[in-house]
C-alpha cells in the first residue's frame, strides 16, 4: 500500500516512518521544504496528513493557525481526490472538545474549542468531512497529550524537573489526564488505514493517570528519590500566576474510546506504565 506522508520530520511522523517503511511504500512532503505546486500523486492509497501548526504557549496568530491547519489541510485534500486517493487521514487534538473537564470526552462530546488551535482543527475536521463520498474517505484522529521517547514540550520539562529536583510540590494530585503512548497511536493509525474505516476517533491508553502518579512513574523509571510534598497555597497561587500550567497539572481531561476499540476491534499494545518506561529508555525492540 502506498502512502503520503506529510509532517515526516515531526515527532508522530518520524516514528510511523520509523515503525512502518517496511509495511508500507511510505513518500515524504513537507509543506515546510517542499512546493506544494510541484507535487504530484500518483498511485497513492492513502494521505497520512501529520502536519500542522501545534498549540503554541508562546501564541499565534488566528491567521497562522488558519493557514496551516485549514488552508493545506484543504489543499492538500482536494489535490488527493482529484488524483484518486480513497482515503485521507487527518490528525486532529482533543483541543476542538475544549479545555479540562471532570467528564470524560468520547468520540460524539459536542465540540466547543477555546483557543485557535483547537478551533482552526475543528474547521478543518468539518470541511474535510463535506469532500468525504464513496470513492473518498476521510478518517479524523483525535490525541491528547502524545508521549514517547524523544518528546518535548510539557513532558519533557516534567521529565527534567523530576531529574533535577528532589523535593516537589505534586503530592495528593487526584487529577484524571488522558494521554496516547506514541506506538499506541501508530498502532491506531495502521489499524484504521487496514480496516479503511472513515470517521472520528479517539486515541488514547487504556487508564488515565494524575500527575502525582504520572510523577512517580518517571520518578521510578528515572531511578531517582524524589519526595512528593503538599505545599499550602502552592496551588492557589499557580493558579493566579500560571493558569495554563495549573490546568496542566490540577486539572483533569480524560477521553473515553471505547467507541474506537469497538468499531476498529482494536487494542492498545502498551499500558501507560510500559508507555512511560520506553519514554525513559527507549524501546528494546
Known amino acids: 500500500m502506498n502512502i503520503l506522508l506529510t509532517g515526516s520530520n515531526g515527532f508522530l511522523g518520524t516514528y510511523f516512518i520509523n515503525k512502518y517503511s ?3 511504500d511510505i513518500q515524504k512532503f513537507s509543506f515546510l ?3 506544494f505546486t510541484m507535487l504530484v500523486i500518483k498511485d497513492v492509497d492513502v ?3 501529520l502536519s500542522a501548526l501545534v498549540h503554541q504557549m508562546g501564541g499565534a ?3 497562522e493557525y488558519e493557514k496551516v491547519n485549514v488552508i493545506q489541510t484543504l489543499e492538500l485534500a482536494y489535490k488527493a481526490k482529484e488524483s484518486g486517493v480513497k482515503h485521507f487521514v487527518f490528525m486532529s487534538t482533543v483541543k476542538v472538545y475544549g479545555e479540562e473537564t471532570d467528564i470524560a470526552y468520547t468520540e ?3 465540540c466547543i474549542p477555546e483557543d485557535e488551535y483547537g478551533r482552526s482543527k475543528l474547521k478543518a475536521e468539518i470541511e474535510l468531512q463535506k469532500l468525504e463520498d464513496n470513492d473518498f474517505k476521510v478518517s479524523i484522529i483525535r490525541t491528547p497529550i502524545v508521549y514517547g521517547y524523544g518528546v518535548k514540550a510539557n513532558i519533557k520539562n516534567l521529565i527534567n524537573l523530576v531529574n533535577k529536583i528532589p523535593v516537589l510540590p505534586f503530592r495528593g494530585i487526584e487529577n484524571r489526564r488522558s494521554m496516547v ?3 499506541n497511536l501508530c498502532h491506531l493509525i495502521d489499524r484504521i488505514i487496514q480496516k479503511k474505516k472513515s470517521g472520528v476517533f479517539l486515541a488514547s491508553d487504556d487508564k488515565a493517570i494524575s500527575t502525582t502518579r504520572l510523577v512517580e512513574l518517571i520518578a521510578k523509571e528515572l531511578n531517582k528519590k524524589v519526595y ?3 505545599v499550602p497555597f502552592f496551588e492557589t497561587l499557580l493558579k493566579i500566576l500560571k493558569p495554563d500550567f ?3 497539572l490540577y486539572e483533569s481531561l480524560e477521553v473515553d474510546n471505547n467507541k474506537t476499540k469497538e468499531i476498529l476491534d482494536f487494542r492498545n499494545l502498551y499500558t501507560v506504565e510500559d508507555g512511560i518506561k520506553y519514554m525513559i529508555n527507549g524501546e528494546s525492540r
Request: a positive charge; glycine letters at 0%; proline letters at 0%.
Open 22 to 24: 517496511e509495511k508500507y
Open 33 to 35: 521544504n517542499d512546493d
Open 47 to 49: 494521505v497520512l496528513h
Open 61 to 63: 496568530s488566528k491567521k
Open 108 to 110: 460524539s462530546s459536542l
Open 181 to 183: 503512548y506514541i506506538r
Open 228 to 230: 512528593l510534598a503538599k
Open 246 to 248: 495549573h490546568k496542566r
